[in-house]
């Protein structure tokens, strides 16, 4: 069977009513929490694992995917109506979102956003549907070598290839590895940094640094601001839709938004931002009409937003083939698929074929229910953006506590909590990445695995890790990447790379 | 509620110092933890401590580099912070814990909705307060009675649950 047949069979398991309403309520909370500013699909997924714990396994993936989708397409309401990105995937949209609704024209760019988003979505589904036999086919012969080759590359490209220095990259990242290393080995059955206390036996649990790191340190980095004086959120004014310019000027940027973002989300880089910057700059080439450019031209909205929601669809390419997270909302995801007992790679295609092609096929439909979402009811979540700050945050505390509790209600978890909390306070004030310390700790033990596996096989000899062709090419990539920035820094072009930091969608 | 919690940028930045020294403790503690590990490297030479000795030795290196940093005063500027509201936060999760099962989760968690919208600006306590705990009781009442997640009882919740 091709995958077309697949992608039908799926589509049959996702029009299933049970399904519907699970995508239906991811892209509704996705949406909501990618226009309220300070969380993200991230956090969002890591505070339903728990709560999610004794639901339908594919039920609760597809709705995952769903609040993934459903931010992409929420950020971008966020950037155009308060110049205040609602996550880190749509700060460009700002750029030029923000100065249309300013002229008026609010509607056209919520429009060409949503439109853009789901032209993006569309394609790049249908592209990862149509690219995940192949690469799972060639991933069927990776060995634990070609695994281990693969994680030490989304380490460096995660904490050291961008960002603005790959010293504090470095630290997080190896942070992360270090509590990665708490817990039973689990290839000899040692306790290692557990220190006799039994709760550090089972290792730390991803959702509480994962929760403590975006929620408690982000609440906390945003109250030691002190008082900022609140945003006007602008009224969307006149008609929402696009005239017949505005199509003209748009579908050629979506299109290359979506070349642009899907590629780059496939690749390990650490997240969706920095393809919309990529498309940015090509629509700033490319446009007619570059005096528009800072003035808010249409080509800035429609590329980036469509760049985005392609580079969601595009990791989950690695996430599903190859079980690798390329960005923080995907390697919460994967910890979602080991809390049901499933492991995502190539094997999950053979083992768990409803599932997966069920999945898939549920983003085509989420798709079309964000574009819906996002265009007529418009207003209500515009609404959303006057809620109070201080209301706004206790619940997001009451929340990110209740997921905790949920899953464990120990102090000594809740204890972790408030550490963690504030360790990513101080990473935040410090300038310190926080998705290297998440990839880390989830990756950590599947790399050490791998390399433990890969030389038990060699019997200890190392050069095992570069003899097969697709892992030394892939360890040579992650030198270049480790060197490249490095050597660009020390002769003074770092500011290109911190522009295009990865941090947390 | 306008202290200065940090200075301004000097040349010798002793924050970073401090952090240098941090990473430095946690790679000291993983190198003492492994030496009491028996590797058993087997076929492959690389046994349960062999991860964790490089990580720490990284850890290391990144320490020396990092207290470079801070000697060459290399740190990107910090904004500057307001220690109060982020100690009520932090106020409010420290009793929540402590609370939790001595009042329940409705009373503790109410304490921290309350303590972090003071946080944020609204002190008025006395309508925080009742606000959040009354909102903690349904959320506990969904996750709890219909969502099958255990959520630990205290008086409140058992007036109106018998038995949680």
Redesign the interface.
Known sequence: MGAFDFLMQGLVTAADPMMLFYALIGVTLGTAVGVLPGIGPALTVALLL??T??LDPAGSLIMFAGIYYGGMYGGSTTSILLNTPGESASIITALEGNKMARRGRGGPALATAAIGSFIAGLIATLLLAFLAPSIVKVALVFGPREYFALMVLAFVTVSAAFG?SA?RG??SL??G??LA?IGI?Q??G?A??A?GVPELLDGVEVTTLAVAMFA?GE??AI?????VGREEVLAVKGSVWMTKTDWKRSWKPWLRGTAIGFPIGAMPAGGAEIGTFLSYATEKKLTKHPEEFGQGAIEGVAGPEAANNASAAGTLVPLLTLGLPTSATAAIMLAGFQQFGLQPGPLLFATNPTLVWGLIASLLIANAMLLVLNLPLIGLWVKLLTI????L???I???A??GT??AN?S?FE??M??GF??LG?VMR???YPIAPIVVGLILGPMA?QQ???A??I???DWTVLVQSPIAAVLLGIAALALIVPLILRLRGKGAVLSQLAGDED | MTGKFFEPQRRLDRAALVIAFGLAVVAGVMLWDSARLADLGGYSGVGPASVPRVVAAVLLLLAVWTGIAAFRGDFPARPRQDPGPVLWIVAGLALQLLLLHVAGFSIATGILFALTARAFGKRNLALTLPVGIALSFVVWVVFSQLLMLHLPAGPLELLFFQKG
């Open positions: 728990p709560v714990y004794r603005d010293l470095l630290t190896f942070l590895l270090a290393c080995d290839l000899s040692q290692r940094l220190f408690i609440a906390l109250a030691g601001q002190g008082k109070p700050r201080p209301w945050y206790a619940g505390l009451l929340f506590t209740l509790i949920g209600p102090t809740l204890g909590l408030l909390g504030v306070y004030l410090f300038g050490e390399l433990r596996r030389l038990a060699s019997q200890g």
